[in-house]
């Protein structure tokens, strides 16, 4: 079976696709050409898609025009980029427009078009401006702005304030691994170097990000040197004998920790945290006559005199307690249960042996239907279910009732072509209407071998609403799988708040599982639900919502917001073997 890898973006690909799709909604809000609208949306899809570095790449037409969704025209946009760090298209786009205006593309409900409306009927030129205009209700006499339609918009500002600027898990992990990279190729002297931080311990935003690097004394200067050095510094915020901090271009800072290679251990474990975590350690050893902190355990009688501090395990066996995952150190019950031997075998990646939530070109995924099975192949799975999206989704070319089922008709025939090598599941992700009903009859569901049950729109239900929404989708017979069940998008929409004790409560009645998306704009359900959820034996589902090849890899991020509520290869189905899924995907319709 092949490691499925964490996909990473460079700092320079992170940029240059936030730029293509900045130019795709300006143009749209323009209502310039909708051929060059498409085509910059699809370079920014293609450029976060990409595995391999642009920077290294380099200012070659020839060779940027073979990356899939480039041609000559984004080719000669990208080496301009890359050659003198400035591309005059998106230069002269932006100054078309008042400087204030992009902002408001990040709150959400506020697409182009109604940012257009508001522009040029309202006057309104920045995130200030809507604010304002907001206290009243003066802009419900604009086409498509009732009252309901300004009231979600308040929410939504209010969500963005409050957000803060945190990054979403992948974001930080693309930093972190890359400057890991960059700093072993470039700086001499490394003996270790991690992450820590809430990224190690699987949060799903971060705040920013820590490296701590194990060294000699005489090393630190150069170490230090190169990381302020690295090319995506847009300032030092301090820099220190053993610390530094920078601020880099994508806004996130990281700081790097220098120590000593016998601290390298106390260290990992002080910086990764959590302080809650950190108290109680520090506590059991007190109890025990020893103190602890970033250099190490110590006796407290004679402090010179350490105990433990080269590596993690060694310090807690000399607490007495076994090893404790990063994803648990969140300072709830961990070191109790670790201590009665009670901690469970947390799921891996390795563990996962079926996707059951995959997009095909049919609807809006990028990968052809057979190119899907294939690399569900490669990666040793022994299940794969299509689920593309139901009707209701035009804007994600949802399918109508008579081309899902020649999908379904197709998926079929490619299943027993591939048989022995893979099971192909014909699916859909059927969208949970806002009254709860799903998105086709139950004539149709019937007749699929697994149905994903998500909602896409009306997110701004109450709570009451909102439950009794997903209650009823959940009673629906041919429901296998719950799908992203609040449907925010980590950073941009708070989603739905139902009552998610009484949605599992129903969930495990009806014998459905409920799934862990593990896209890092999602991650939803969220880790203390899918704890409820253990809690309450409720199964797990962790897919990854693939729309293209690349999003398989993030399989990795749903693993460890499953980790973080303490799930183990019993409690995810997709752990199951294929036998045993097969008996499990029957149960949820007996």
């Not at 609040?486 to 009552?499: H, I, V, W």
Request: glycine share 8%; hydrophobic share 40%.
């Amino acid at each position: 079976m092949r490691a499925v890898t964490i996909a990473l973006m460079s700092e320079v690909n992170q940029e240059l696709a936030a730029r293509f799709d900045q130019m795709s909604k300006v143009l749209e809000i323009l209502d310039e050409n909708r051929f060059r609208v498409a085509s910059y949306a699809r370079a920014a899809r293609a450029l976060e898609a990409l595995g391999d570095d642009l920077a290294r790449i380099g200012p070659d037409e020839k060779a940027l025009v073979k990356i899939d969704g480039i041609g000559k025209g984004l080719a000669a946009l990208i080496a301009e980029y890359l050659r003198d760090g400035r591309m005059a298209d998106y230069d002269q786009l932006m100054a078309s427009i008042p400087p204030g205006l992009p902002a408001l593309l990040e709150i959400q409900g506020l697409g182009p078009k109604t940012i257009a409306l508001l522009w040029k009927q309202a006057g309104i030129e920045s995130v200030e401006d809507l604010k304002k205009k907001l206290a009243n209700d003066s802009l419900a006499d604009l086409p498509g702005l009732g009252s309901k339609k300004l009231e979600n918009l308040r929410k939504s500002l209010t969500f963005a304030q409050t957000a803060g600027q945190r990054f979403r898990i992948n974001q930080a992990m693309a930093m972190a691994q890359w400057a890991i990279q960059e700093l072993c190729d470039k700086a001499e002297g490394i003996k270790r170097i991690e992450y820590a931080g809430s990224l190690r311990r699987g949060r799903e935003t971060i705040g920013d990000v820590d490296l701590i690097v194990a060294c000699g004394d005489e090393h630190r200067g150069g170490i230090s040197e190169a990381f302020r050095s690295l090319e995506p510094v847009t300032e030092v915020l301090g820099s220190g004998d053993t610390k530094t901090s920078v601020r880099m271009g994508s806004g996130i800072q990281v700081d790097l920790r220098l120590v000593r290679p016998e601290q390298f251990g106390a260290a990992l474990l002080y910086f990764t945290g959590s302080k809650e975590h950190n108290v109680k350690l520090r506590e059991r050893a007190i109890r025990r006559g020893m103190s602890l902190n970033e250099y190490g355990l110590a006796d407290r009688d004679d402090p010179e005199k350490l105990i433990a501090s080269e590596d993690e395990p060694s310090i807690y066996k000399a607490l007495q307690v076994r090893w404790i995952p990063p994803e648990l150190r969140e300072g709830r019950d961990e070191i109790e249960r670790a201590e009665k031997g009670e901690l469970p075998e947390l799921v891996t990646v390795k563990d996962i042996r079926a996707e059951l939530h995959a997009h095909t070109q049919a609807s809006d995924g990028r990968m052809g239907l057979r190119d899907l099975a294939m690399l569900a192949i490669d990666l040793g799975y022994h299940t794969l279910a299509i689920t593309d999206h139901s009707r209701s989704q035009v804007q994600a070319h949802g399918l109508d009732e008579a081309r899902l089922l020649r999908h379904v008709e197709a998926i079929r025939s490619l299943a027993s072509e591939l048989e022995g090598q893979i099971q192909l599941l014909a699916g859909s992700e059927v969208d949970i209407l806002a009254d709860g009903k799903l998105d086709y009859p139950n004539s149709l569901l019937k007749q699929l071998d697994i149905v994903v049950a998500s909602p896409h729109a009306a997110l701004g239900q109450d709570s009451k609403m909102a439950t009794s929404r997903l209650l009823k989708a959940i009673a629906n017979p041919y429901v296998t799988i719950l799908g992203h069940p609040t449907g925010r998008l980590l950073t941009r929409r708070e989603g739905m708040n139902p009552d998610m004790r009484a949605v599992l409560k129903e969930a495990a009645q009806r014998g459905i599982a409920v799934e862990i998306n593990a896209s890092p704009w999602r991650l939803d359900l969220r880790d203390h639900h899918a704890r409820m959820a253990i809690e309450m034996g409720v199964p797990l589902a962790i897919n990854t919502d693939a729309h293209d090849s690349n999003d398989l890899d993030n399989l990795y991020y749903g693993v460890q917001t499953a980790r973080r509520a303490g799930a183990g290869k019993t409690h995810v189905i997709n752990c199951l073997d294929r036998k045993e899924l097969a008996k499990w995907l029957a149960s949820t319709r007996a």
